[in-house]
């Protein structure tokens, strides 16, 4: 068998939708991350891979899991990340989540409603939240707004790519009843523009997305770490700019994904508004203590 490194796709953390282990994050958690990060996109990219027969996907896919758990060291994505993982202190629960969504990538082709969507989520996207707040020793009481963010983030993803996803994989990720509903079909997502029965049922998904994507705006409150604090703010306007694209652009004809300037002033923009909010609490605590 060849090792996982070397069906990566070459997509790397620089080529995200939203930021990796940036700047922003402290160095001390960097290599942790980067190597959670490195095992997730392998398992992706294993997960996507044109060429692999579903066996041989999921066969691989088991090959990182008991890697991942000590039983070899052929994966140098899993070994590190075991080893990081065993510097911390910390148990594989999230990376062993991660690869459930996968499998179900490899065997899961359509989606009957927008709970088994979020069943998607739970595996495919909330542990990586859940491991970032680890990682920075939040509490677990994090998780619920966390878990919002996240699912919003991959639906979005879901929403943006849902033309690519159909045409290359047959994946469809949008709930058949949504489709339904509108009065659209699958086969619409091959077409360079979307009916406006499929382009209903887009908005719509984007409008109960934004609705997902408020319920992880007390997050920030909840978080300790100011530099995470500060990541997630700027997560939380990238997210909350492309679900407004999405309400009202066509993701087969239009595009629904911020340009490198506008990646930028949305990041000064989250940076700022999160210190802001910092600053005024610190004062705010302050000010209620002189007056005790």
């Not at 700047?23 to 190597?35: F, K, N, S, T, V």
């Not at 899961?108 to 990586?128: G, N, Q």
């Not at 719509?204 to 994507?213: G, H, N, Q, S």
């Not at 100011?226 to 997210?239: D, F, H, K, M």
Request: glycine share 6%; net charge neutral.
């Amino acid at each position: 068998m060849v090792t996982a490194s070397e069906l990566r796709s070459g997509k790397t953390h620089r080529d995200e939708n939203f930021p990796v282990a940036s700047w922003i994050i402290h160095p001390r958690h960097r290599e942790l991350i980067l190597a959670f990060y490195n095992f997730v996109r392998t398992a992706d990219d294993i997960a996507d891979h044109a060429s692999l027969s579903e066996r041989e996907k999921l066969a691989h896919l088991d090959v990182l899991e008991a890697e991942l758990l000590g039983q070899g060291d052929s994966q140098p994505e899993a070994v590190k990340l075991r080893a990081a993982l065993a510097q911390r202190g910390m148990p594989p629960r999230h990376a062993l989540d991660v690869l459930t969504a996968f499998r179900m990538d490899v065997s899961k082709l359509r989606y009957e409603d927008w709970d088994e969507v979020i069943h998607y989520c739970r595996y495919s996207a909330m542990p990586v939240g859940r491991f970032m707040l680890d990682v920075h020793g939040e509490s677990t009481a994090t998780w619920v707004a966390s878990d919002a963010l996240c699912a919003g983030l991959q639906i979005n993803n879901h929403l943006q790519d849902c033309g690519k996803d159909y045409r290359n994989l047959n994946r469809v990720y949008l709930p058949r009843n949504a489709l339904a509903a509108a009065g659209a079909t699958v086969e619409m997502l091959g077409q360079d523009k979307s009916p406006q029965p499929l382009l209903r049922c887009l908005h719509d998904l984007a409008k109960r997305t934004e609705k997902l994507l408020d319920q992880s705006q007390s997050l920030n409150a909840g978080v300790k770490d100011t530099r995470l604090g500060v990541e997630i703010s700027v997560i939380q306007t990238y997210a909350d700019k492309i679900v407004q694209l999405l309400k009202v652009r066509d993701p087969l004809s239009e595009r629904v994904h911020l340009k490198p300037l506008q990646f930028l002033g949305y990041s000064i923009s989250g940076i700022a508004a999160e210190l802001t909010r910092r600053v005024l609490r610190r004062g705010a605590v302050a000010n209620r203590a002189a007056g005790a």
